[in-house]
């Protein structure tokens, strides 16, 4: 009696090149996706009081002290926008980067246990991270609205065509988030100290990107050196769409684009090499 021949639904395969993407892969299981997105922003406000009020609360203490320490104290100048939208424009997309960066960095360590026991494409909880983010940034950025409406009412900012680049420059930044995240994930596994080093190093970061000040305000020399920090377009464009202001040029924003592209083809290739021996090290 012949016994029924088993018919396999999933292959799993290690024999793939270094810059694919698997995105066909990745969006058969976009429902994972979803549930990943789900969770991270279920465990966000998990046994707070305050729950999502904590999407508010952040920027706006945040911006009250930038504009007291940096606006007030150091006096630095905002190329004559509104100070306080000014500072809440630089941490509306602040947040949104860096809280990107952090998770994807933390692809490989923090979700060993499951890597370990089921498959999925890998490259799904870095995405998920990037969406997730991407949610607690609309929030804030209805913030921002609230904001800039007040003073576009007043008369005191003069918002141009550039305003509807955001969804661009938005994506830029997940890009980049994702690209350099995943470097950093796959470096990691191996060299633990990165960990120590990325929390300072996203500090550091910070004070090198148009956050705070105008790229209007540096030196010569520190000028040029900023057109090639991959955010400094992104904030600049966003900043001289909505307020108005800044020492913006399309130059700068396609120097950010090359840049952005050439990390994330990096950090595909690090990422695809990393992911097939990463439970070895981890």
Same mark, same amino acid.
């Not at 009412?153 to 918002?159: L, T, V």
């Given at each position: 009696?012949?016994?029924?021949?088993?018919?396999?639904?999933?292959?799993?395969?290690?024999?793939?090149?270094?810059?694919?993407?698997?995105?066909?892969?990745?969006?058969?299981?976009?429902?994972?996706?979803? =549930?990943?997105?789900?969770?991270?922003?279920?465990?966000?406000?998990?046994?707070?009081?305050?729950?999502?009020?904590?999407?508010?609360?952040?920027?706006?203490?945040?911006?009250?002290?930038?504009?007291?320490?940096?606006?007030?104290?150091?006096?630095?100048?905002?190329?004559?926008?509104?100070?306080?939208?000014?500072? /809440?424009?630089?941490?509306?997309?602040?947040?949104?980067?860096?809280?990107?960066?952090?998770?994807?960095?933390?692809?490989?360590?923090?979700?060993?246990?499951?890597?370990?026991?089921?498959?999925?494409?890998?490259?799904?909880?870095?995405?998920?991270?990037?969406?997730?983010?991407?949610?607690?940034?609309?929030?804030?950025?209805?913030?921002?609205?609230?904001?800039?409406?007040?003073?576009?009412?007043?008369?005191?900012?003069?918002?141009?065509?550039?305003? /509807?680049?955001?969804?661009? %420059?938005?994506? /830029? =930044?997940?890009?980049?988030?994702?690209?350099?995240?995943?470097?950093?994930?796959?470096?990691?596994?191996?060299?633990?100290?990165?960990? =120590?080093?990325?929390?300072?190093?996203?500090?550091?970061?910070?004070?090198?990107?148009?956050?705070?000040?105008?790229?209007?305000?540096?030196?010569?020399?520190?000028?040029?050196?900023?057109?090639?920090?991959?955010?400094?377009?992104?904030?600049?464009?966003?900043?001289?769409?909505? %307020?108005?202001?800044?020492?913006?040029?399309?130059? =700068? %924003?396609?120097?950010?684009?090359?840049?952005?592209?050439?990390?994330?083809?990096?950090?595909?290739?690090?990422?695809?090499?990393?992911?097939?021996?990463?439970?070895?090290?981890?």
């Amino acid at each position: 009696m012949n016994e029924p021949q088993q018919k396999w639904t999933e292959t799993i395969e290690a024999n793939h090149t270094l810059f694919d993407l698997k995105l066909k892969e990745v969006w058969r299981y976009k429902d994972l996706i979803y =549930m990943f997105v789900k969770r991270d922003f279920i465990s966000s406000f998990k046994q707070t009081i305050l729950g999502p009020i904590w999407f508010f609360i952040n920027p706006i203490f945040t911006t009250i002290t930038y504009l007291i320490v940096f606006g007030k104290l150091a006096n630095l100048p905002t190329d004559g926008a509104p100070p306080l939208l000014f500072y /809440l424009a630089g941490v509306t997309l602040w947040n949104y980067f860096s809280g990107a960066l952090i998770g994807t960095s933390n692809t490989f360590s923090g979700n060993a246990a499951i890597f370990g026991k089921v498959y999925f494409p890998r490259l799904v909880t870095p995405i998920s991270i990037v969406i997730s983010n991407l949610m607690r940034l609309g929030v804030q950025f209805l913030l921002f609205i609230l904001v800039w409406a007040y003073y576009f009412s007043k008369g005191e900012i003069q918002p141009n065509i550039w305003i /509807l680049a955001t969804p661009f %420059l938005v994506v /830029l =930044m997940a890009i980049f988030a994702l690209g350099v995240g995943m470097i950093f994930s796959s470096l990691t596994t191996k060299y633990k100290d990165l960990v =120590m080093l990325l929390g300072f190093g996203i500090s550091l970061y910070m004070y090198a990107t148009p956050v705070i000040y105008p790229v209007s305000s540096l030196p010569g020399y520190f000028k040029k050196l900023a057109y090639y920090n991959p955010l400094t377009g992104i904030f600049e464009c966003f900043k001289y769409g909505w %307020l108005g202001v800044g020492d913006f040029s399309p130059v =700068m %924003l396609g120097i950010s684009t090359i840049i952005i592209f050439a990390l994330l083809a990096i950090g595909v290739v690090v990422f695809n090499k990393v992911e097939k021996t990463f439970m070895d090290t981890v």
